[in-house]
């Protein structure tokens, strides 16, 4: 009995074991699967973050593309400004006392249009050293200044890069950087700048009024002589300077190249010239007149060849054929005759009556006046981006400051290019992006008036002859 419960007893506790055996397999499992689950659990919040990061990066790429812009753009703008601020170094000691002590004429140009001859351009830094020379003689010996005994001070401000591609075109120079060399020997002169400012014509007029406010105030500044005839523009900075004072209005004088507008010669202040220094003509793109030219000797050509071709006709040889009578192409309408055959004539392709420049006439916009309409109604952060919506997808993102979810219809895009086309692309005439959004030239043009109230085009931009309604353009 003993043996036999002994033997039962040890079997049973195999069994306990073998139970026991069984539950810590399943818990492996169970902990295994656990395992499992978590892991791809984790995987999952990986791959999430990961695509998460990678969209970051692309966007925080393309930020850093556009500040490393911003910032050329702004060193570039500093470098002018300390360029144009050199003269009020406090290490200019002898500047100083002139200007708090000793009389003195100021003279500002805006270069762009007021522009040396060429001549004196043309003999580069030898030529600058003259125009000062000659400028300083002009100012000194003009009745009208009264700058006897009293210092010259020129500020010369342009857009160096495009005055030059101008003489260039104009044939007023052999290269573009022949200007560089002129500016070096300009600046040589004591008291005489001429600075770059870029291609924003809104940075020379700003640089221009304020210099003019700030001098206008110094009891030594005793003449301010203005080179700002060839922009109606500069109606509003003269405005502003002279204030409807007439004794402040005696100490201005417009100095003239072209031709003065109007709107400026109507604010009365005295008109100057120095016809030995200055052009009294603008800049004309010899391209497009050599065009027009060869446009017109092959209009002759075509003419004379027409007409010589001609076939020679006869009675006989008609009566003889008896076939119907030739029909003859003439380059010139001729009047009606009371004949069996009309003459037919080719009508030549009409041409534009004006071109602005390299880059031409831009497309015309189909326009719907309530669309228009809807999109000028909005206001501030509720405008519509015109990048993202004429462009494609706007580069800043959620950072734009203006509307992205709208889906405009077609008519309102029409809208959005044609308000975009009212500002002037900084390239102007020059501009080679093919879907550039700006305006090469002013659209408000209808029936030789523009029609803007505001107009931010110059006069050049505009046709020949067309009357501006703005007194700022």
Excluded at 248 to 261: A, F, H, N, S, Y
Excluded at 370 to 388: G, M, Q, S
Excluded at 462 to 473: D, E, F, M, N, Y
Aim: charge should be positive.
């Amino acid at each position: 009995m003993r043996m036999g419960d002994s033997m039962v007893t040890s079997i049973m506790d195999f069994v306990q074991r073998y139970r026991d055996y069984e539950g810590q397999r399943d818990a492996t499992h169970e902990l295994i699967k656990d395992l499992m689950i978590y892991a791809e659990r984790i995987e999952s919040t990986m791959r999430a973050e990961n695509s998460r990061l990678v969209q970051q990066l692309r966007e925080m790429s393309m930020d850093l593309e556009d500040a490393t812009e911003s910032r050329r753009q702004l060193q570039h703008r500093l470098q002018g400004l300390e360029d144009q601020t050199r003269i009020y170094s406090p290490d200019n000691d002898r500047q100083k006392v002139s200007l708090n002590q000793r009389p003195y004429v100021l003279v500002l140009i805006d270069g762009d249009g007021l522009i040396f001859r060429q001549h004196l351009i043309r003999q580069g830094v030898k030529g600058g050293r003259m125009a000062a020379t000659e400028l300083h003689a002009a100012v000194l010996a003009n009745p009208v200044v009264h700058a006897d005994g009293a210092e010259i001070f020129v500020k010369v401000a342009a857009d160096l890069s495009g005055l030059g591609i101008q003489l260039k075109r104009s044939g007023s120079v052999a290269k573009e950087s022949d200007i560089h060399d002129f500016v070096q020997g300009f600046n040589q002169a004591s008291f005489f700048d001429f600075v770059d400012m870029g291609p924003n014509k809104h940075e020379v007029i700003s640089k221009i009024k304020e210099t003019a406010l700030f001098h206008i105030q110094r009891p030594s500044c005793k003449q301010i002589i203005m080179g700002v005839s060839h922009d109606p523009l500069y109606t509003a900075v003269l405005d502003a300077v002279i204030r409807g004072d007439a004794t402040t209005q005696e100490r201005i004088k417009v100095l003239e190249g072209c031709p003065t507008p109007r709107a400026i010669a109507s604010i009365g202040t005295g008109i100057i010239r120095f016809q030995d220094v200055f052009r009294s003509d603008s800049l004309t793109d010899k391209r497009t007149v050599s065009s027009h030219s060869v446009q017109s000797v092959r209009s002759t050509s075509s003419i004379s060849t027409s007409t010589s071709g001609l076939p020679s006709i006869s009675y006989a040889k008609i009566t003889q054929n008896a076939s119907p009578p030739p029909q003859i192409t003439l380059p010139i309408p001729l009047a009606p005759k009371p004949t069996n055959s009309s003459l037919r004539v080719i009508k030549q392709p009409l041409k534009p009556s004006w071109c602005p420049g390299p880059r031409g006439l831009d497309a015309p916009i189909p326009l719907n006046q309530t669309a228009l309409e809807t999109i000028k109604r909005r206001k501030d952060n509720n405008k519509l981006c015109n990048n993202h919506f004429l462009r494609g997808p706007c580069a800043k993102g959620d950072e734009c400051c203006f509307v992205h979810d709208y889906t405009p219809t077609k008519d309102e895009k029409n809208a959005i290019a044609f308000l975009a086309r009212l500002n002037p692309c900084t390239n102007g005439q020059d501009c080679e992006v093919d879907n550039c959004i700006y305006g090469h030239h002013c659209p408000s043009v209808v029936n030789g008036i523009c029609t803007h109230p505001f107009c931010k085009f110059r006069p050049e931009e505009h046709p020949p002859g067309t009357k501006l309604r703005s007194a700022k353009v």
